[in-house]
């Protein structure tokens, strides 16, 4: 059999593109290392933010508007809870760049924002404290996902909607022959007209040439009361320091409230399994420096998981084809923030598989920016 898409790597943006392109009657072969959910990827660690005032750049907003109607249109498909609109508290230190870029995007777009004053965020949630020379900025339509459920359903309709898919099964190779792309494993060699490669971490494995390097980053859980629970209405936060380092987290559960550093981390280091949490002396402490100052209430660390980024120069996404290639789409350099985009990456896989091109959109995202 030709399939009209392969997927080589189906964690988040590959599992979204095989649930869309299934969807859309193509011939689907999604492939993986494991079994997603996994977790070997950076879907794992139960949840992720969703923020759409964007202090990461105005450019992303679109991309984010889209993703929300997205993902409320799946969780209706997949007949389960997804996002959960908690609010997301965004703060650092005033004119940073992360701050300033947020209030543009929200400016622009005209987005549910709320603007705090430090004093405004202490009477709301007394949990928190910040200095006085710091912005906030309140989105009460921003929140969270559930990442690992949503990997799960993507995966099950797209099973049910027709795709064939090879897990715990790793890629040996992937080549072009003629017309066709050529994906070789230990369970054979499947062809198709168009590939998807979204391997994460694995990536540079296969697409050399690709200016990604792969991060080792942890996240680890703190003893919290109830205080901190969404049930209390304690929000999402993303919180910058004055000394550039940058910190999220999200509403406690089970007295668990889970935090990690966007920063910093293991260049070069992508074997999750290899190097658990608490393989480097900082996994445990990374996070103390920001909780005295902002979550002093906050307890000392539960538990942790590793995951991996795969870190474009420039932290932005590059989705787009191989230059001597353009059958083969690539998604990388997410540079950890990439997943409220996967539903969006998905339709977007699916429609390069139907129509052989990108949107206009996305050139921002382009490989050749880096070319210039």
Known sequence: MIYDLIIAG???AGAAAGYYASKAGLKVLMVDAFHPPHTEGAHHGKNRLIRYAYGEGEKYVPLLLRSQQLWQQFEADAGVRLLHPCGVLNAGPR???FMTSLAESAERWSLNVEPLTPQGVAR?????TLPAHFDAVFEPDAGY????LAVEHWIRLAREQGAAQLFNCPIKSISRDGDLQQVVTDEGTFSAARLLISMGSRINDFVASLPVIQTRKVFAWF???GRYSENNHFPGFSIGLDDGSHY???????????VGRHDGGQPGVSDNKGFPFGSYPEDGS?????????LPGVGGCLYGESCSYDNSPDGDFIIDTLPDNPDCMVITGLSGHGFKFAPLLGEIASEFAQQGTLPDGLRP???SRFTR
Not at 124 to 128: A, G, H, L, T, V
Not at 248 to 258: M, S, T
Not at 286 to 291: H, M, P, R, S
């Open 10 to 12: 189906s964690g988040s």
């Open 95 to 97: 004119d940073s760049l």
């Open 124 to 128: 709301r949630w007394p949990e928190i």
């Open 145 to 148: 996902l559930s990442s690992e």
């Open 223 to 225: 003893q919290a009361d």
């Open 248 to 258: 999220y987290g999200f509403p406690a559960q089970d007295n668990a409230l889970k």
């Open 286 to 294: 990374e996070c103390f420096a920001f909780l005295r100052q902002c």
């Open 365 to 367: 995202f382009s490989l």
